[in-house]
């Protein structure tokens, strides 16, 4: 029997990505050939970050205003996938640019007609990147057949410390008080767990019952309070990528100030009114709990429908 063929496509700047994605094909990697396709922007993003150019990412991001992106190599175009492997990360509570970048670009036919399992790693805001991609997929008519959510199981306000000190000093390790930035040790190992069922529906045709195991074996943990900040968090995002914008593109010194001043806010908003908001959005859940528990189920699943969030 011909091994089945796995095209791993993915963004990743720090290399956590990759991790990710290795650590799930590990049990898998001699049973099926793996070809790994790195989507990269023309002007990379350096690590670590200078804070304003940070920030400045902010506006294009949530408008899904493409970069331009390096051409997939030929060989990968030309070649026919059983299953693709699409590995992103959030930024702003959107598929990192280059992820959007390229899922408006020419190369992403590739995904067309492609059963397509989506592996994001992250902080832990990726409810609403995830609905930006199904209707990229929708357009496409790629076949979504997975999800395997990977975040930073640490404290909300542990996660926002470390990972400021690994985009910003590029200090990924432990250091003083605070444990190491980004998916801990233990959660990315065990993520090999889901290498064999992968396989199994893949060979035996029934992709379609996939995502239903994957969700048993605990491939997305979802607590109801992220559905209310995020939905609070993309608001505010939407205004201010308007309010930054209209000072100029990507990179305008005209629009320096703007940047500097949602910065600022945001630092304010995590640290100062979190636990305030936290307290609020609570008593939001508590208020809209029947929903919440529907729109749980939704986006644990790979439906989509407009505008849930
Ligand atoms: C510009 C930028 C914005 C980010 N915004 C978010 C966010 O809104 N929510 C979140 O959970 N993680 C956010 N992150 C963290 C990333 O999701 C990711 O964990 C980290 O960048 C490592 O990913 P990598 O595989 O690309 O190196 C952001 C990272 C960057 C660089």
């Not at 608001?235 to 209209?246: A, H």
Request: glycine content about 6%.
């Amino acid at each position: 029997m011909m091994k089945p063929r796995v095209l791993v496509l993915y963004y990743s700047q720090t290399g956590q990505m990759l991790d990710i994605v290795n650590n799930i094909l590990s049990d898998v990697k001699d049973k099926v050939t793996i070809d790994y396709a790195l989507i990269e922007p023309v002007k990379p993003y350096k690590l670590p970050w200078k804070p304003n150019e940070f920030f400045d990412v902010m506006p294009e991001t949530v408008q899904l205003i493409p970069v331009e992106l390096k051409p997939l190599p030929q060989e990968i175009k030309q070649q026919e996938y059983d299953l693709v492997i699409f590995g992103y990360t959030s930024w702003f509570v959107n598929p990192s640019l280059p992820i959007s970048s390229f899922l408006q670009s020419k190369d992403a036919e590739i995904l067309s007609g492609k059963n397509v399992i989506t592996v994001i790693g992250c902080r832990n805001m990726w409810l609403h990147g995830q609905e930006v991609v199904k209707r990229y997929f929708k357009d496409l008519k790629a076949n979504l057949v997975g999800n395997i959510v990977l975040t930073d199981s640490n404290p909300n306000l542990i996660s926002v410390l470390t990972v400021i000190r690994w985009m910003f000093k590029g200090k990924k390790e432990a250091s003083g008080m605070l444990p190491a930035a980004g998916i801990q040790e233990q959660d990315m190992k065990r993520a090999s767990r889901f290498g064999m069922p992968i396989y199994r529906h893949l060979t035996e045709n029934k992709l379609a019952l996939l995502h239903k195991e994957l969700l048993m074996l605990g491939a997305i943990h979802l607590k109801s309070g992220l559905i209310v900040l995020e939905r609070r968090a993309i608001t505010n995002f939407r205004k201010w990528s308007k309010f930054i914008r209209d000072k100029g593109g990507p990179g305008a010194p005209e629009r320096l100030g703007r940047v500097v001043l949602f910065k600022r806010l945001l630092i304010v908003a995590i640290f100062i009114l979190s636990p305030i908001s936290s307290f609020t959005a609570f008593i939001q859940m508590q208020l809209q709990k029947r929903k919440l528990l529907s729109d749980r189920e939704y986006f644990k699943s790979l439906d989509y429908e407009a505008n849930r969030l």
